[in-house]
């Protein structure tokens, strides 16, 4: 158990349509990222956050977003869904930055129908 | 763009044998790390070796590190079937704080 949490773990939806994914960090750790992963483009890092604030970013789309809040969980939102999103995101988190080995969820199954 | 790129893209040994799988980057780094992921789990990391080091062992598991050909191996040996999963490769730099994954060696044990 990698002590980190995300929901939910699957989730089916139509194009068009938002949806919020949410990870809870393992404790005492700072940092959040966010990957995607797909057979086709393997995991791709999106956005990161550190102690509430935006750390780095990656491939994400404008139509993503995500946040830190303080109690240090994290959401990712998609909106305006195409079929291309469906995948698998992942969350993980680190004690300070992104040199430091990362702890992953088991990510959430987000398919688009 | 990737930085790490890992070979074979794919493996298949019987159990007891040694699995070895290379990780090649671009660019300078902070240090490499390698990840293990079974189907349809988040990842796990296995172990980190610093740009000022050489080789490194955790068990079963020894990484090499080659900064001039800017490429990594990791051997694992005497092989088990729990060992089937996906290995990635990270490397971090020291300009910007994220890590990046490479496409991942698909490692099958045989029985």
């Known amino acids: 158990d990698s002590g980190v949490t995300q929901t939910p773990k699957h989730l089916i939806t139509a194009t068009g349509q938002r949806v919020t994914l949410r990870c809870s960090p393992r404790?005492?750790?700072?940092?959040v990222y966010w990957y995607q992963q797909s057979l086709d483009q393997g995991l791709q890092f999106l956005i990161q956050?550190?102690?509430?604030?935006?750390?780095a970013k990656g491939n994400i789309l404008e139509r993503f977003s995500a946040q830190q809040f303080p109690d240090l969980h994290s959401e990712l939102n998609l909106s305006s869904l195409e079929l291309g999103d469906s995948a698998l995101y992942f969350c993980a988190s680190s004690r300070t930055g992104g040199l430091q080995p990362q702890h992953f969820g088991d990510g959430t199954r987000l398919s688009i129908l | 763009s990737q930085q790490g790129e890992e070979d074979p893209q794919a493996l298949s040994i019987q159990e007891g044998e040694n699995a070895t799988m290379n990780c090649s980057y671009k660019t300078s780094i902070n240090n490499l790390q390698w990840y293990r992921q079974n189907s349809g789990r988040g990842l796990v990391h296995l172990i980190l070796?610093?740009?000022?080091?050489r080789e490194k062992h955790s068990g079963r598991l020894r990484v090499t590190l080659d900064t001039s050909k800017k490429s990594s191996s990791l051997l694992i040996t005497a092989s088990r079937a729990a060992d089937t999963a996906s290995y990635f490769c990270?490397?971090?730099?020291?300009?910007?704080?994220?890590?990046?994954f490479g496409k991942g060696t698909r490692l099958h044990i045989l029985p």
């Open positions: 956050y550190y102690n509430g604030e935006e750390r």
């Open positions: 990270a490397t971090a730099q020291n300009r910007d704080d994220k890590i990046i």
């Open positions: 070796i610093r740009s000022n080091e």
């Open positions: 404790s005492g750790d700072l940092s």
